[in-house]
């Protein structure tokens, strides 16, 4: 029953894992008065459909390779990489052994630990506590030390996506970057920090039919953009004033990260005192990002890249956290892209960075893209770009 149930879901676009939510027009006086509602254009709908399962043989090799470098008896996953490592449905524990990887319910998984003899079993984070603690009860001829965590290496397989996975990962930048581009064609003075959020996600709504996001969902206003995060308060932006939107979406089970910065003016000589060189200046460190992003380059070289990049603009030490890291299955996943990682960066690996320049007490800026690594290069995926959307960073009304 779970193999028909979880082939009849890839056959369709259902979404487990999405909140269903009905499809609804928001009021236009939501958006301002006399501010009429953009176009939508929606993008494809996704239908992975039979694909999910072809991938499935490489997948459970390199999960089962786990138990020999790692030394285990028997490995076992969360529900949440069900649909990963099986294709089937998140309701299942993953117990993967030598000679096959199958799923099982709570109970069935000690059952396996006695018919495998186990004696040394590796979890993955996100395991209940008191599940954990049941098993261990069922188990008792197994020390504590005999429970290895063992996310690392389960993430370090995951760090290269397969082609669906890439599609995947694309449409949810799209649909993100759609909604996020909708947010601030809609900008004008006297709109708060709260109605961009509520325009984002009726955006959503219009390209994705439901809302999965972050808990750090992030729109800052004036000087709150010198801020990392800051959550969304009902504070009114006025012109002359940056914007930031900070936010991410799932789709399918896969994550985006994408992050605008804009200035909002009445006429592009009105454009505030510093914003040029600093949007300038992050423009500049995500390109040269994307010019070293390439097989066989180190996370860590793309971090320095950057850096040197602000701080030939004169941006040194302006940038306030790491430049990115890996997304996926999770919205922060393998490879970090750090200054101190020697992490190399190979065909399918997608990463989310974010060069950023901050001038203390006045303004913030930041870009957020998703890359791609291609054979020869890379590729943004998070579509429409900062570029397309508005490259200089002005929005006039």
Known sequence: PLVDLARRDLATDRDPDRRQTPRRQSPSTARGPGLARPDVVRPAPVRPGPRTLQQLPRRRRCVQSVLETERLDLLVTSTRSTNYWLGLPRASYVCVTRSDVVAESAGGVSRIAVASSAGRIGVESGLDAARLLEWQRELPGLTAEAWLPITGALRRIRATKDNLEQVLLRHASEVTCGAVAEAVRALRPGCTEADVLSWYQCGLLDRHGGLVGRDDVTVLTGSRTTRT??????????????????????????????????????????????????????????????????????????????????????????????????????????????????????????????????????????????????????????????EELSPDGVVVV
Not at 229 to 238: F, H, L, N, P
Not at 335 to 364: F, H, K, Y
Not at 369 to 379: F, M, P, S
């Open 229 to 386: 995060w800051g959550g969304v308060t009902t504070r009114a932006v006025q012109l002359g004033e940056p914007v930031t939107i900070d936010v991410g979406t799932a789709v399918r089970g896969y994550w985006s990260d994408v992050a605008r910065s804009v200035v909002l003016v009445d006429s592009r000589r009105a454009v505030p005192p510093g914003w040029r060189k600093a949007f300038d200046a992050v423009r500049a460190a995500l390109g040269r990002v994307c010019h070293d992003c390439r097989p066989g380059a180190t996370a860590g070289s793309l971090a320095t890249a950057c850096e040197a990049e602000l701080e030939r603009r004169g941006f040194a030490g302006s940038m306030p956290h790491h430049l990115g890291h890996g997304i996926g299955l999770e919205s922060h996943e393998l490879p970090l892209v750090t200054v101190d990682s020697a992490t190399i960066l190979e065909p399918g690996m997608v990463i989310a960075v974010e060069p950023a320049v901050v001038i203390p007490d006045l303004l913030g800026v930041r870009i957020e893209e998703t890359l791609l690594v291609t054979e020869d290069g890379c590729r943004i995926i998070s579509q429409p770009s900062q």
